[in-house]
Each structure stands twice: as structure tokens, then as C-alpha cells.
């Protein structure tokens, strides 16, 4: 069971790493960390570098793909070299995943086209704009495509995911095992949620981004 | 506000993430990854390296500590490098934290004594041994010190940092951002909770892997 997880620059850390350690748990799991090119790739803040230990080329047909999101939308939906790893991977794999902004990958990739799939809150309309079917909800199954919502909705996904392919429970075991017996501090985990105000200056950040990305491109 | 996460091999990553991802939200926060060399650390299954960016004689004096746990525990507690650090850091920190395992590290640095902490379930026992009061709470604040419990517990200690740090706003702010709106598909993330013959299972490798250690020392 071979499990790729692809990283490119600017990822987000979490998206990958939920994944990774609840994916882990599945018996005889074989999990590699692939990039266009082997060694150390960066993460949005620049702060911490993951290590690739093999190419797209050399990895060409894993059992499971993840693709995590990250703040440039750019950086995932026009990297040709993952959009055609993903591609690629798509024709054999048993499942194709993506966390948070990496559905806006898996869409760019053509292979989201009429299917539901979720992506972080504030990427929902972009996913709908792509030809996929958004929903608001944290984990989405659609046949073989798994989708999650943002960052820490990869944890969800992977152990939903072990359930699915090794039982329910091994899924608890993997559960236990990383003591996700999640007790928040706060209530904010979500736009229906989060104090109002802090939405809003999330979605008027996106928004200037939005425009700042046009006229660059204009 | 320096932020240093050590690394050490056969760290657990999800450990080191939880509060790399929500203490970056922190203002000025200035994260940086030290280990006792700089370069590539591997994880507790190998199968994944992170970079450390500084060795910890560079990063002698951060504003927050925190050490990530892993299944190996002689690998954190007989660590002289990593603990030779953390009495160092930890005699100018403004907060010093664990996850995990991590707090075994802490304890075994004399950091700990007569204090309230927390470990991975698997690790309570432990960690009393070490002279600390080790409580089953999920993120226990001591003063300066913080422990959280096992792995996916460094994400609610990250939250509760940032709001103790930069307010509740920020916190908010912060698990928005990662839409921290946890939904596990299952229920067993605690020993409480969890199938108690998954439970015994546990108990019984760990024991298991005690008495094995215990020998090969004799």
C-alpha cells in the first residue's frame, strides 16, 4: 500500500502532516514524501523545510494520493509538474485525496469535474468556479476522491480513511494511538462559528488578494 | 518572540506540528527548528525528515521552548544534547513546553520537579516516576511550564498559548485559519473512551517493551 503525499513550495505543514500520521496506521503502509525535485521543500511561512525523498517521475502510480493546500492558490493550481503527477497518479490510484486548497489542485487537474469535494471555507467558491460541486462539510467521499476542509481537516480525513480501507478498528487504534481527543479552547473552528468580525476580515483579505493577483496578472 | 521546536531522531512530526501551526499565529512570532545538528532529523518511522534550520548551541535563548515527544523514550530521556538545551533555554524562557513524550524530556532535565504535567496516556506512569505530578488533563499549565498529552494534544496547548500570549481574538484568529472544528470519525481517543481490549493492547506492548529495554540494559 503505497502512499504518496506531494509536496511543493509554499504548502502548508498540518495539511500534510494529518494526513501522514493517521494514513501511517495502515498495516503495511509505505508512505513517501515526493516534489517535483528530491530534497528540501519549504513551507508558506518558509520556516520549515520537509524533506522529498523521491521525484513525481520516480512514484508514478501510488495506491493513495494526498495533496495538501496552501495559501497561494497559484502555487498548487498552475505547478504543471503536480497537475500532471496528479493526472498521472489518477489513472491507477485507489484513492485520491486532497486537504484544504489541494481540491483546488485535484479541480485544476480536471479530475474533480461534477464531483462533490470540499476545500478550506474560504476556497469553496473557487472549487465551484472550477466545475466540482462544493459542500461545506469537513470530510468528502465521492468515490474514489476524498476531499478535506482546511488544514486540520486532514486528521479527520485520515482516520475516516483508515476506517474505510483497514476497518473501523484500526482506525480506533491509530486514534488512540495520537490521543485525538480534540478539546479546543475555543469555539472558532469554523465561519458559522467564529466571531463575525474575524470572518469578515478573513474574506476581505481574500478578497484584496484576490484582486492584488489579477492586476499582477493584468 | 522566539519560538524554538527541537528535533531529535525518531521525533513524532504530528507532535512538533500541532504547535508549530498555531503558535506561528502568534505576532513576531519567529519560528525556528533547532536539533543538536542542523540538517535533516528523521521521524519515529523514518519515513519522513525535517530540517533543522540551527543547532541548539545557535538558539540558546528562545522566548518559547518546546519539545515534541516519540515512541522511543531513552531517545528523549538519555538525550544529553537535547537535555543539556533545554536546562540552558529554560533559564531564560518565557514559556517551556512539551507534547507528548516530550514532557519525559522535561522531567528527566530536572525542569519538572514537583510540578503538574501531562504525557501521552501510555506515558502517566512515567513521568510520575520522574518526581511530577502528572495529571490525565489534556493541556496542564504550571507556571511557566506547559505539557499537553499525547500528540494531537499540542494543537489545543498551541491554541491555549496563543490566547494566554497574543488574547483570545488572536487564538480565534488563529484556529479560523486552520479550521480547527475537529469532527473524528470515530470516538476513541482517550483510554476512556477507547475499546478497552484496544486499550489492553497498548498497555500489554508497552509493558512488553519495557521489560525489553530492562533487559537489554542488564
Chains 1, 2 share one sequence.
Not at 513517501?32 to 525523498?53: H, M, Q
Not at 479546543?184 to 474575524?198: L, N, R, V
Request: glycine share 10%.
Amino acid at each position: 500500500m503505497q502512499i504518496a503525499i506531494a509536496l511543493y513550495e509554499r504548502f502548508t505543514v498540518l495539511d500534510a502532516i494529518g494526513p501522514y500520521q493517521t494514513l501511517s496506521g495502515i498495516p503495511d503502509a509505505e508512505v513517501v514524501f515526493v516534489a517535483e525535485r528530491a530534497g528540501t521543500v519549504r513551507d508558506d511561512s518558509g520556516r520549515l523545510g520537509l524533506v522529498a525523498d523521491k521525484t513525481f517521475a520516480e512514484v508514478p502510480h501510488p495506491d493513495i494520493v494526498v495533496v495538501p493546500g496552501g495559501p497561494g492558490q497559484s502555487d498548487q493550481m498552475e505547478n504543471e509538474s503536480l497537475l500532471g503527477w496528479l493526472r498521472t497518479a489518477d489513472t491507477t490510484s485507489t484513492w485520491t485525496t486532497s486537504v484544504c486548497t489541494g481540491s483546488l489542485a485535484l479541480a485544476a487537474a480536471g479530475l474533480l469535474k461534477d464531483r462533490s469535494a470540499t476545500s478550506h471555507w474560504l476556497a469553496l467558491e473557487e472549487l465551484e468556479r472550477l466545475g466540482t460541486r462544493s459542500t461545506g462539510q469537513r470530510v468528502v467521499f465521492d468515490g474514489k476522491y476524498v476531499t478535506a476542509a482546511g488544514v486540520s481537516a486532514g486528521i479527520d480525513m485520515g482516520l475516516a480513511l483508515v476506517g474505510r480501507i483497514a476497518g473501523d478498528e484500526r482506525a480506533q487504534t491509530v486514534q488512540l494511538m495520537i490521543e485525538y481527543d480534540p478539546q479546543p479552547p475555543y469555539d472558532a473552528g469554523s465561519p458559522e462559528k467564529a466571531p463575525a468580525h474575524i470572518v469578515s476580515m478573513f474574506r476581505d483579505r481574500s478578497r484584496f488578494n484576490d484582486e492584488e493577483q489579477e492586476g499582477a496578472k493584468a
